[in-house]
């Protein structure tokens, strides 16, 4: 299970002269936190490379109103490109954490580009095949792991994070050793910034599933929960749920 994921954003990866190219394709725009940047089933091919801000990328479930979070994009992230090559509707949606600035670019004016520049066709196979990976490990967890168990995942994940990131973690009071770099393990004290539907919306489950498991967490002493708040109060133990599950 993984929100963030480990792939090289597409913009990064690009050359100065390609990076030129591509933007040059489309305009620049600016979306308002909580919007919809694009669509689930919506019929729309325009493709879209984030320049400021973080979404979340997400899907309905078969229990109506909940939504499963399938992963997170910021800077330099391309977005909307399945629906540009294939013209089938949109796959997922993209919500604007908060302020977003955006290059928006035609389908067929991508399409286009990606004929006649094979590399950078490549970079895109790359980013669909990952993320179709990352997908089906998803559902995958869905219908294998309990709650708790992706709860410990997702909280282990995210405490790791990076300080720009999303949901970005706190430490309230970092050891002096700070993390381990062997491990990668959190300083005891990481706060993860994240009301309860938010945290089921990530790892596909009701806001009362997930409140039931942060009671078991928080009756063990290994998180104290607050207003939008997941402190860690044990990584370790955190860790060892999240790692048992995976093998």
Known sequence: MGLLGDELAFARALTDRENESVMALGNRKRFAADAHLLT?????THIMIILQGWVTVSVATDRGATRLILGLRGPGELLGEMAALDSHPRSATVRALGPIEAQVISGDAFRRFLALHPRVSGLVI???TFRLRSADQERSALASLTVLQRLASRLTELSRAEPSGPYAP???APPATGTS?????SPAGTVVHLAQDELAATVGA???AVAKALRLLRGQ????TGNRRVEILDPALLALLADGHQE
């Not at 689930?40 to 729309?44: Q, V, Y």
């Open 221 to 224: 002493q290994i998180v104290r």
């Open 126 to 128: 790359r980013q669909l």
């Open 40 to 44: 689930e089933g919506d019929r729309s």
């Open 181 to 185: 770099p062997a491990t990668g393990m």
């Open 206 to 208: 009701t806001r009362e």
């Open 170 to 172: 706190v430490p309230v």
